[in-house]
């Protein structure tokens, strides 16, 4: 059997799904693979650390499956405005939502509109375009609330200098910003204790790593219950989290000019701010284990003297237009790999769509979850067509797609236009005059797509803002700046004009 899929979001859940369907043995599965961005990778290009070569080395593996003859790369293309979920429905046989979670959860506490969420953050120093080209670095004493492994890069790169990231894919501006940074101290802030911290091993010992700073806990805070010695016992990992704090809490205090402490044990219950509004301060309440698995209050309070405070408290996935989403979990309702009609028990299954990844469980887990995530769904949609479950399209042409999105001026980007854009990027690291290097990273939407455009026949030229494409007497002017997220802090309630299949894990 033949079948043809859309796979909407190119990070690595929805590359790893496609790996899966164009590897099946039983039938012969082709993919088009839709991504919102001009370039593909979702977190992995902009949502690890810059300084963490090692975990974007994965982009390697992803590479080579974008290679294969049989998946096919269609970016710059938002699903939900330039073609609607029920038209790929139209088009393919089966639809693959796999759209991520970049969105900050919020702070819920007094003063929590004062605190930055670490994604706004991540986002501005991995370049991409959605945020902020410049950051207010002067706070010397900064806040972290959180203990998973995105409050440790959030932590780090505020305790590094702007010249020990220089060697690694960061653009002018955000180089520019961390080169003034006056931060000497960040506390990190968990509710929990050690063995409740969300570390990994590897990831916590990397925190220690540069000359520049010292990890600091406060052996108070070394603390377990026997619930929290099961934990260690069992959980590898946990244990060797355990340990390395442990080693952290063993030290006095040295002359590195940066220090970064972890926090156990004290719950944020408010950010404090002066009469002009700016942040002076952190307010946390003791907390000590209640035997039982949890924590309670002591009904001791802490302000801690700090001038900004950034939450690193998880991720939320958007609303894919035209798709059923559940407001309380904020993920798309499934049954583990088929879509369902609402998030009410006994929903029904929405015919042939399908979801994997961080849009499906809920922003947690590794890369190998995601693997396990895609291989659960695509087992689904598989059976799905040898049951004869899937409802055949009205068009079944390879190139039908592209006729349509030429027909809407939508100017498309590929994976040869992906190419392009990476010999630009590493040339771009190469004639660095400061320092050269592998790759400097490209940030403006219409820099990329002029690297790497492949619209097919599409004529496109620039009018003031505007994007105007044509295509036989057929004009359209599209505003560029739809292209980009207003994340500013002045401006909490963002402004996404269109934006609502965010492409990522």
Known sequence: MSLRVAVVGAGPAGIYASDLLIRNQEHDIHVDLFEQMPAPFGLIRYGVAPDHPRIKGIVKSLHNVLDKPKLRLLGNITVGRDISIDELRDYYDAVVLSTGAVRDRELLVPGGEKSIGAGEFVGFYDGNPRFERNWDLSAKEVAVIGVGNVALDVSRVLAKTGDELLVTEIPDNVYESLRGNQAETVHMFGRRGPAQAKFTPKE???????????????????????????????????????????????????????????????????????????????????????????????????????????????????????????????????????????????AGIENKLYVTGWIKRGPIGLIGNTKSDAKETTDMLVADAAAGALAAPSHTGEDDILDLLRSRGVDYTTWEGWYKLDEAERAAGAADATRPRERKKIVEWEDMLSHSRAGGGVGHQHVGGLLRVGLGRYVHRIDTSVRRVDFSRQNRHVRAWGLDSLSAA
Not at 240 to 264: G, N, T, W
Not at 288 to 301: A, N, P, S, V
């Open 204 to 346: 916590l010992r990397e925190l220690d790593e540069s000359e520049t700073i010292q990890v600091l806990v406060d052996p108070e805070d070394i603390d377990y219950d026997e619930l929290s010695e099961e934990v260690r016992r069992a959980d590898k990992s946990v244990d060797l989290v355990c340990q390395v704090l442990e080693q952290y809490a063993m030290r006095e205090p040295d002359d590195s000019p940066h220090k970064i402490h972890i926090h156990f044990f004290e719950e944020p219950v408010e950010v404090l701010t002066d009469d002009a509004g700016a942040v002076v301060g952190l307010r946390t309440e003791r907390q000590e284990l209640d035997g039982q698995g949890g924590i309670r209050g002591t009904g001791k309070f802490t302000d801690w003297p700090v001038q900004q405070v950034y939450h690193a408290v998880g991720y939320r996935s958007e609303p894919v237009e035209g798709v059923p989403f559940d407001l309380e979990r904020h993920v798309i309702p499934n049954d583990g790999g088929h879509v369902l009609a609402s998030a009410e028990e006994g």
